[in-house]
């Protein structure tokens, strides 16, 4: 039953948070004015005035997360051992200090009830892979043809822009019933074409496929829309002089059009890499089962720490992830040179 004084108790602790926090920056912001402004008369006051409220927020909302989970990552917290860790849970309630045991068993044990950590990472490997590729490839394909001339154009960018605009909760909820086995329209329609139905929900295999399908259905109008953008800002020019000089459309293709969108596709499939990699929303709808084939990484830290309530282990799997994808920026961002290109 629904506790209104609980709820009310509850919305007093959230406003009272913002107006710490707001009073934090409100003196922030009067401490940096007199110095910046009224005593060094800096020409750089403005911009660090204006900063000033981001760095705060980042550092409440980001950094301090984070360095608390970095903290918990070393202890033993669980629903069984359920205490404030204090500093590595040396000095908390119980002694939970641990030292890098759950990094070793994160590494060495099972994340999930069977599966590991490495085949846990080749399934993310493969989700990712697959998915970006097609969703690059034919959003790029997409947007070659929506950036010529044609009738209705904009009502063919309107409805390949419209999975995008929907709530992805909503066209998930969607897509996990039309992938039923016996009412789901993906079925009803093999069915019309001689396909017998497919156990897109039970079968490992064809439940990661549905997957696949559905985060591609769902990333396409995003990398469409990129390299829509990238499209038009190449002058007409260029293609006038290739044709001038003979040159097809494969020819203008491989020598202008990828040249020129490389400074806007790698970025962008950089952040496609991070948004399917860390993708939750489509595995976990989509296996609604819980398959331990259709696992991803992402996945595997949200059971451990909500379904199995191992805090400490999840902590240090959340890190195992961040270094990941930290070690794979590096790699790309040097291999690229994309910084080196934006200035």
């Not at 204006?50 to 669980?78: C, D, H, Q, R």
């Not at 069977?114 to 990472?121: A, H, I, V």
Request: glycine letters at 6%.
């Amino acid at each position: 039953m629904f506790d209104v004084r609980h709820a009310v108790g509850a919305l007093g602790e959230v406003a009272l948070t913002i107006a710490f926090m707001a009073a934090i920056v409100a003196v922030l912001e009067l401490v940096l004015y007199v110095i910046f402004v009224r005593w060094r008369k800096s020409k750089l006051s403005l911009p660090i005035l204006f900063v000033a409220p981001v760095v705060v927020g980042i550092g409440l909302l980001y950094v301090y997360p984070l360095l608390w989970e970095l903290n918990v990552s070393f202890t033993k917290m669980s629903i069984r051992n359920f205490y404030n860790p204090g500093l590595l849970g040396l000095t908390g309630e119980k002694n939970l200090f641990v030292g890098f045991q759950n990094y070793i068993n994160v590494l060495t044990g099972p994340v999930l009830k069977e599966t590991g950590f490495y085949q846990l990472f080749l399934q993310t490997l493969i989700w990712t892979a697959i998915n970006v590729v097609i969703t690059v490839t034919i959003g790029i394909g997409l947007a070659l043809l929506l950036n010529r001339t044609m009738r209705g154009r904009n009502l063919y960018r309107a409805m390949l822009i419209l999975p995008w605009a929907i709530p992805s909760l909503i066209s998930l909820q969607i897509w996990r019933t039309e992938y039923n086995n016996e009412y789901g329209a993906v079925n009803q329609l093999l069915g019309m074409i001689g396909i017998a139905p497919i156990s897109w929900l039970t079968d490992p295999f064809w439940n990661f496929a549905a997957m696949i399908i559905t985060n591609v259905w769902l990333g396409i109008p995003f990398m469409m829309v990129i390299t829509l953008g990238g499209l038009q800002s190449i002058s007409h020019e260029y293609y006038e002089a290739a044709e001038i000089d003979g040159a097809g459309w494969w020819a203008q293709f491989r020598n202008i059009t990828l040249p020129l969108l490389r400074p806007v596709m790698v970025p962008a499939i950089l952040l496609g890499i991070f948004l399917t990699f860390n993708n939750i929303l489509v595995p976990f709808f989509i296996n609604q089962n819980e398959l331990e084939t259709s696992d991803i990484l992402v996945t595997a830290l949200y059971r451990a720490a909500f379904q199995y309530s191992r805090y400490g282990f999840a902590a240090a799997l959340a890190f195992v992830i961040f270094a990941i994808l930290l070690v794979f920026t590096i790699f790309y961002v040097r291999r690229t040179n994309v910084l080196k290109e934006a200035y």
